[in-house]
Structures are given as structure tokens and as C-alpha cells.
């Protein structure tokens, strides 16, 4: 018979386990409804190690909270090639993938878990809205967006928040439809947007004429042309 030895780990080892654990069980569940007993038994360790590692929940959530911005940061990342509507759509898979993994601790993030008061926590998220905000810009090629584009781009992202945390509760409307939605959402955006500026309007030309005919914003315009046209008798 032989006796299982349990490895020691190293600090950062240690740390990185406990926000791993402690992402893990946020995103099932509010953090406001996970303890410091459930996180240290489900990382196999004594309470008060989780506090010689961490001073308090709060802390944690923070660090998990950290880890959970860079990878939904990521999510908008994308290749600067084909058409804006096709690069859009990816995009929007990939949040609502994390969205998707992250349910309860994506909500309480938005919404104000425990770390609401942070100043920590509210940079990590406007970070993230910073970093997709970039990302959006860079795909349009705009060194200066001009003032109506900033507005389009973080109306854009906020929507993108706000239809995500809809969504979550009760998953009514199914998922790939709201993210064909919401690449349409930001072409109708830069639609209005332009009709009051003409340095933007050329910029809608330029990614519409990129556009296939069965891109995002190709569907878009035939389902408003559709809208416009009188009832079949």
C-alpha cells in the first residue's frame, strides 16, 4: 500500500489556485453567496490559509475579478481582416461565450457584487470597456474618432452589457439571434449617426461596400427593406 503525499505549492502557485477556485465558484454563483469556508474546502486547504494568501473575500473577488477582465478583454480581440460585419459577429461569440461560462459572476460584476465601492474593481471594469472600445476603433481604421463615432462605439458597448444581462435571465430570446442582433444594432447606430455627419457617413459607405451579400449588415438592410414593404395579401 502507498500513501498519497500532498505536494506543497509555492506562493504565486497557491494564489493562482485560490483565484481559480474562487472564479470558478463566482461564476455559478453570486459572490456574495460564496464564503470563505466553500472556497477554501473546495481548494482542499484551511480557512485561515485562505487569509494568509488573501486578506479577505473582498481581495479575492478582486484578484478573481482581475483574471476574469483580461480573459473577457480578450474576447474582443480580433483579426483586422474581411468584413467589419463578419469580425463583429466573432466578437460577439466570444462574449457571449464568457457570458455564457460566467452567468452569476458576469452579472454581479455589471451589477455591483462585493467589491462594489471598489475603486479597483470599477478600473478593472471600465478597462475592460476601454479595451473593447480600442479594439471596435481600430477595426474602423479611425486614428481621431470624430465625437458621433465615440458615442455610436460606447453606446455600442454598453448595449452589448445591458442585452447580456437580459439575456441571463431566462435566456428568452435564443443566443445566436441576439448576437446577429447586435452586430445589426451597431450598424443601425453608425447608420443614424451619420445621417448628421458627414466624416462618419463615409465611413459607413466604406465598411458597407466591403460588405458581402450575405454579411450581417447586408441582412440587415434587406430585413429593413422587408420591414418597409406593405403585408402579402
Excluded: C
Amino acid at each position: 500500500m502507498t500513501t498519497g503525499v500532498r505536494r506543497r505549492m509555492g506562493v504565486e502557485e497557491r494564489r493562482r489556485q485560490l483565484i481559480g477556485v474562487a472564479l470558478e465558484l463566482f461564476s455559478r454563483r453570486s459572490p456574495d453567496e460564496v464564503s470563505i469556508d466553500e472556497i477554501a474546502a473546495a481548494a482542499g486547504i484551511s480557512r485561515p490559509l485562505v487569509y494568509h494568501y488573501f486578506p479577505g473575500k473582498l481581495s479575492l473577488y478582486e484578484a478573481a475579478l482581475k483574471r476574469a477582465s483580461d480573459d473577457l478583454a480578450e474576447r474582443f480581440v480580433e483579426p483586422r481582416e474581411g468584413p467589419l460585419g463578419a469580425r463583429l459577429l466573432r466578437v460577439m461569440r466570444r462574449f457571449f461565450d464568457f457570458v455564457d461560462e460566467h452567468g452569476p459572476g458576469f452579472s454581479a460584476l455589471m451589477r455591483g457584487g462585493p467589491a462594489v465601492g471598489s475603486s479597483r474593481a470599477n478600473a478593472l471594469i471600465d478597462g475592460v470597456r476601454q479595451a473593447a472600445y480600442v479594439q471596435i476603433v481600430g477595426h474602423l481604421e479611425v486614428e481621431h474618432p470624430p465625437a458621433r463615432l465615440e458615442m455610436v462605439v460606447r453606446s455600442w458597448i454598453s448595449l452589448a452589457e445591458s442585452t447580456a444581462l437580459l439575456w441571463l435571465d431566462g435566456r428568452r430570446v435564443p443566443r445566436g439571434e441576439l448576437e446577429v442582433q447586435l452586430v445589426h444594432d451597431f450598424g443601425a447606430l453608425a447608420a443614424v449617426a451619420a445621417a448628421y455627419d458627414e466624416e462618419l457617413a463615409e465611413l459607413v459607405r466604406r465598411f458597407v461596400a466591403d460588405e458581402p451579400a450575405d454579411g450581417p449588415f447586408a441582412q440587415l438592410a434587406v430585413r429593413l427593406i422587408t420591414l418597409g414593404s406593405p403585408p402579402a395579401a
